[in-house]
């Protein structure tokens, strides 16, 4: 496992029936939707008000281990860190577990940080990289 350079921020998931595919556990592209979900949580509990107003986050790769099925009847969470961040890009992992520890997915992707007023991309400086590991 990757370990966190970054605080560990946990965003809790509900697992609704519209989750749930043919096979009786949660569709894989859900846990694509979740990532980012918990990548939008964690910038938002991060970043105050006028680092979210200048800038924007896309991802430009997802890749995701399918570990373990995760049924309606599970509890879940996503945990999400931070890693290497360079240039305008930066790594975040997440883990998508049960209450009790067990993985069900794991999640690495790449973002490029984007400038919100012209949508280039921005180099990730020293004030970003404090957001970013505040912990």
């Known amino acids: 496992m990757q370990e966190p350079i970054g605080g560990l921020y946990e965003h809790e998931i509900t697992i609704e029936a519209s989750d ?3 096979l009786g556990h949660v569709n894989n592209i859900v846990y694509v939707r979740w990532v980012q979900e918990a990548a939008a949580a964690h910038w938002n509990y991060l970043a105050d008000e006028e680092t ?8 430009v790769r997802h890749e995701v281990d399918y570990l373990s099925p995760a049924l309606l009847t599970d509890t879940v969470v996503a945990k999400t860190w931070v890693g290497e961040s360079a240039a305008a890009k930066s790594v975040r992992y997440v883990d998508i577990c049960s209450a009790t520890g067990k993985i069900f ?7 490029c940080l984007l400038s919100a007023q012209n949508m280039r991309p921005k180099r ?11 912990k």
């Open 52 to 59: 979210k107003r200048e800038n924007a986050w896309v991802v």
């Open 124 to 134: 990730i400086d020293e004030k970003m990289l404090a957001v970013l590991f505040k």
């Open 20 to 22: 749930i595919d043919e």
């Open 105 to 111: 997915a794991k999640a690495k992707t790449t973002w």
